[in-house]
């Protein structure tokens, strides 16, 4: 079946403008997580959804960073007023949302900010 | 401290050797465990879930260490293709869907 996909591949923005960045979870899939991955680094934990609601949005670094799922299904990560810090791949998440958590990554969004 | 340790690397070894790796975590509660695997530039795939007895899947082997607190991946008769990072992961403390990453260990499997 598909997987997680993620739209756009590539983003690159002018510092100080807004971008947003799309997840499609795999099918059936409540959870669905946002991470991001500087070089050389794990994935970081940025949002957690569980259905529509945010159940744990603890690692968005700033209020600049919103996210939303208002169908519990697909999913925007918004930042605001980027700044060149915030380059780095953004990589989406699902999961069945219990045990055993396994979750199952898209191809992630390399945003570059000038 | 970090949630989660891992050696960097990189792990040099040529084709057909045993090589291992482990990582720590912080946290005593911690449920779930993983590895996974990622190719350069591309996403994290899942390899295998740790469970407490230990579990293997082909050439891989998984084992957890609560007492220690480690997990570890063992991986016999390597193949080229098993060049990659191998990426710990572990969940957290009052969220079960939350998941701390290591940074990753390098592995480089030479003809």
Partial sequence: GAGVSQTPSNKVTEKGKYVELRCDPISGHTALYWYRQSLGQGPEFLIYFQGTGAADDSGLPNDRFFAVRPEGSVSTLKIQRTERGDSAVYLCASSFGGPPYEQYFGPGTRLTVT | ?111
């Fill in chain 2, 1 to 111: 401290r970090k949630e989660v340790e891992q050696d960097p690397g990189p792990f040099n070894v040529p084709e057909g050797a045993t090589v291992a790796f482990n990582c720590t975590y912080s946290n005593s509660a911690s449920q779930s465990f993983f590895w996974y695997r990622q190719d350069c530039r591309k996403e994290p795939k899942l390899l295998m879930s740790v469970y407490s007895s230990g579990n293997e899947d082909g050439r891989f082997t998984a084992q957890l260490n609560r007492a220690s607190q480690y997990i570890s991946l063992l991986i016999r008769d390597s193949k080229l293709s098993d060049s990659a990072t191998y990426l710990c992961v572990v969940n957290g403390l009052y969220n079960f869907n939350k998941f701390y990453f290591g940074s990753g260990t390098k592995l480089n499997v030479k003809p």
